[in-house]
Structures are given as C-alpha cells and as structure tokens.
C-alpha cells in the first residue's frame, strides 16, 4: 500500500474532519449610495412601499407627510417601528419613503417590510435579527378572486326552494 491510502478507521475519521471543516462565511458588505442610505423595497397585499434610511433623530416621512399625520391609528404607528425596536436601534435612523397601492393597513405592512430589508442592506448583522422575527418574509397573502355564478369569491348567492 502507497502512504496516501487509509488504513484504519482513525484514519478515515480525521481525514473526514480535516476535509470538512466549515470555512467562515465572508463578511457581507452594506449596500448604501453616494449619500449613506440605503434603499429596499417593501410589499404587502397591493400596496408598495419604496424605502430609504439614513442615520438620523428617527423623522419618518411617508409621501411627504409625517408618519403621524399620514398612519392615524396608533396601531399602524406601531407596526411600522417594530423592525427599529427588535433591532435596538429606535430613533437611530431617518425614514423617507413612497407608498402607493392597497389600503393604509397593507401599506403600513409594505412600510414595515420595506423599512426591515433596508435596515439589513444598511447593517448586514441585523439581518438575523429581524429575520427571526419574520420581519424580512413577505406576506404573500391577497384577496381572492371573484368567481362567476358567486356574490364573491366564495359566497353563493340566497338559495329560495320556490
């Protein structure tokens, strides 16, 4: 036998954990622009909500209006800081974003979406963070189709014996 081969299981064994040893994963890069923000995109139902973040007081700007003006209800407010408390970093960034489509509660879901995916392309080691807290996961959930012969998606029209 050549010295190359194996031949015991010892050998084996310490020949298998010298060749799969796991390799540290690189270190993941922040995507900012020219001007230190950085830019994702956040979806939920139809609504779309186009989301920048820079370091600042925490001022949230939804289509030119500030967060509370644009969200009334206190819940929808709530919902959209939640990716800044779980991460630690609450009124740690300033937000300026674009929302268009579906109603204020799916565009506080595309805001918060949005917001999470931006956070991690600004701070990669948030990124698992957020993503146990289901934060990055879009919500692939919308509204059902209309079907003919049906009042609505599923809902059949009175039935009359006579």
């Known amino acids: 036998m050549s010295g190359t081969q194996t031949r015991s299981l010892a050998d084996l064994k310490d020949l298998a954990v010298a060749t799969i040893v796991p390799t540290e994963r690189p270190k993941v890069e922040p995507k900012r622009d020219a001007l230190g923000r950085s830019y994702a995109t956040g979806r939920r139902k139809n609504a779309i909500a186009r989301v920048w973040i820079k370091p600042g007081k925490g001022e949230i700007i939804v289509n030119g209006k500030r967060v509370g003006q644009y969200f009334a209800r206190p819940v929808l407010r709530m919902l959209i800081t939640q990716p800044f408390l779980?991460?630690?970093?609450?009124?740690?960034?300033?937000v300026f974003c674009t929302v268009n489509g579906g109603g204020l509660s799916g565009q506080a879901g595309a805001l918060r979406h949005g917001i999470s995916r931006a956070l991690?392309?600004?701070?990669?080691?948030?990124?698992?963070?957020?993503?146990?807290?289901?934060?990055?996961?879009?919500?692939?959930?919308?509204?059902?189709?209309?079907?003919?012969?049906?009042?609505?998606?599923?809902?059949?029209?009175?039935?009359?014996?006579?």
């Open 120 to 162: 991690t392309y600004y701070e990669p080691d948030l990124r698992g963070i957020l993503k146990v807290a289901g934060f990055l996961t879009r919500d692939s959930r919308v509204v059902e189709r209309k079907k003919y012969g049906k009042a609505k998606a599923r809902r059949s029209f009175q039935f009359s014996k006579r």
């Open 86 to 94: 779980v991460a630690d970093r609450y009124n740690a960034f300033d």
